[in-house]
Nanobody
């Protein structure tokens, strides 16, 4: 069983930065495909960024050039550095881990960007 705990969300003004973290338990982090998704009120959950177990990166067009995803396998931790935040980035951000054909989600952390 994999447990994911996100942290780092909060309230920030437009143009500001936040760094999200996702700590994973279970000892399989290095073999996993991991990523961040977000869900704004009244909208479907959408992909923000992913990084495969081989290091391949994927970003949503809306965050390219502003967000950076990274992973530290030694610490079993996933990060999302978010710069130049916009009000439309406001959402609950969820960590996702896919390993051995199983899909795991964290409880989410709220990011609110004020204009």
């Amino acid at each position: 069983q994999v447990q994911l705990v996100e942290s780092g969300g909060g309230l920030v003004q437009a143009g500001g930065s936040l760094r999200l973290s996702c700590a994973a338990s279970g000892g399989i982090f290095g073999a996993a495909h991991v990523g961040w998704y977000r869900q704004a009120p009244g909208k479907q959950r959408e992909l923000v960024a992913t990084v495969s177990n081989s290091g391949r990166l994927t970003y949503a067009d809306s965050v390219k050039g502003r967000f950076t995803i990274s992973r530290d396998n030694a610490k079993n931790t996933l990060y999302l550095q978010m710069n130049s935040l916009k009000p439309e980035d406001t959402a609950v951000y969820h960590c996702n881990v896919v390993v051995f054909n199983k899909n795991y989600w964290g409880q989410g952390t709220q990011v609110t960007v004020s204009s």
